[in-house]
């Protein structure tokens, strides 16, 4: 659960203010992606670790199975994604030619 608290905090303040941890700054195009990754990565263990202490009422193994890899899924996607599209065009930069 604390992997996932990490996680959490860790997307919520990539989403307030931009920030990357250094070690993925150079890679990270789209900070936003990122911290909505970050988010849904540190929701799985986190909603896992409540059905496991009972602190939520659990629901059948399948539905924690496949909700909880869901989750891990599609974080590590907009992750992915993140890091892989292009980065944006501001449109207040004009471009090189000055057309």
Do not use: C, K
Not at 51 to 68: A, D
């Amino acid at each position: 659960m604390l992997v996932g608290l990490l996680a959490i905090a860790w997307g919520i303040v990539t989403l307030r203010t931009g920030w990357i941890l250094p070690m993925a700054r150079r890679h990270v195009t789209r900070p936003q992606l990122h911290g909505l990754g970050a988010l849904a990565t540190g929701a799985s263990p986190l909603i896992q670790g409540l059905f496991y202490f009972r602190i939520l009422p659990s629901p059948s193994w399948e539905v924690r199975f496949f909700g909880g890899n869901a989750l891990l899924f599609i974080g590590l996607l907009l992750i992915a994604t993140s890091q892989l599209l292009p980065p944006r065009r501001s449109p207040d930069h004009t471009h090189p030619s000055g057309v």
